[in-house]
């Protein structure tokens, strides 16, 4: 039975279908955007910094739940692949 993310409030639960995410309990790349000041949770791994609030991570269904919870993240949303350019 696929997950409903129709009640989270920090992630489009429409990106999370295009992603992939509803249907498969592997991890998937996400943007995780913080508030001024705030710093990357315990649980999570940060990948890549983009300034001081924004990083990309690995997540899994269970983490984006907590991230959902925490008073600390603005939102999350599935990194998309940019299209190469030749």
Known sequence: MPTDYSSLKRMDPLDLSRSGFAQDKSPVEALV???EGASAP???????????TLFSTQ??????????????????????????IR
């Open 33 to 35: 955007r913080l508030k």
């Open 59 to 84: 997540i899994t269904q269970e983490e984006l739940r907590r991230l959902e919870a925490d008073p600390s993240v603005i939102n999350v949303e599935p990194a998309r692949k940019l299209p190469l």
């Open 42 to 52: 315990s649980y999570i791994t940060a990948r890549a910094w983009f300034g001081e």
